[in-house]
């Protein structure tokens, strides 16, 4: 079955560098997101990305935030200058279609760590 | 932002029980997602509701989209070990892309 992959796994960065963490989003869907947990809380929207461009964002979304799909299958999400309070899972996730009666599917996730 | 309201946070039950929990909010939802989160992994889709009234079964699943769609429940019947995790409750308020989460019920079944 199709699925959404994401790497790292668990990445660690001190605070002020960049992470990139990646994902190839299931090869038929158009809509890519990226969602946070931070840890025992629940899951957060960050963006959503259709047509080479952000389609809508939340308030966490800030200018520390990029998103990028380089190539045909690779999304990622760039955090340039990391803070303590980063750290999360970060999930990506993707749809068909974008409009709300589509269902998403989300990978398993990246750790992220900053100390 | 929208919030949906999760309940309960918690559950502890014996294998072979029913579970129910549920969701609501103050603001309409268009659309109603139950996914349940393994330690240390992404939330795996359970139930997708598309309609007020809708009622629809996954196995032992069954999830319901409430007539006023502020509301939607969960239950699991007879409850095995696998079953533990956290289950969580998410919608669409209105067209736009944003999933919004609810604060998940954690699950516990004693074998």
């Known amino acids: 079955e199709p699925e959404v992959t994401q790497t790292p796994s668990h990445q660690v960065t001190q605070m002020g560098q960049e992470v990139i963490l990646r994902c190839v989003p299931i090869?038929?869907?158009?809509?890519f997101y990226w969602y946070r947990q931070i840890l025992g809380q629940k899951v957060e929207f960050l963006v959503s990305?259709?047509?080479?461009?952000?389609?809508?964002k939340s308030e966490i979304f800030d200018d520390q935030f990029s998103v990028e799909r380089p190539d045909g299958s690779n999304f990622t999400l760039k955090i340039r200058s990391t803070k303590l309070e980063d750290s999360a899972m970060y999930f990506c996730?993707?749809?068909?279609?974008?409009?709300?009666?589509?269902?998403?599917?989300f990978g398993e996730g990246s750790w992220l760590t900053v100390v | 932002g929208q919030q949906l309201n999760q309940s309960p946070q918690s559950m502890f039950i014996q294998e072979g029980e029913d579970v129910s929990m549920n969701c609501t909010s103050s603001?309409?939802?268009?659309?109603w997602l139950w996914y349940k989160q393994d330690p240390g992994e992404g939330p795996v889709l359970l139930i997708a509701?598309?309609?007020?009234?809708e009622l629809t079964s996954n196995g032992r699943l069954t999830a319901q989209f409430g007539i006023t769609r502020k509301d939607s429940f969960l239950n699991i019947s007879a409850s095995i070990p696998s079953d533990v995790g956290i289950y969580f409750c998410?919608?669409?308020?209105?067209?736009?892309?944003?999933?919004?989460f609810g604060g998940g019920t954690r699950l516990m079944v004693k074998p």
């Open positions: 996730a993707s749809s068909v279609e974008g409009f709300r009666g589509n269902t998403i599917y």
């Open positions: 090869s038929n869907h158009l809509y």
């Open positions: 990305f259709y047509n080479n461009e952000i389609s809508e």
């Open positions: 603001s309409i939802f268009n659309t």
């Open positions: 509701l598309y309609k007020a009234g």
């Open positions: 998410a919608g669409y308020h209105n067209a736009g892309n944003m999933l919004t």
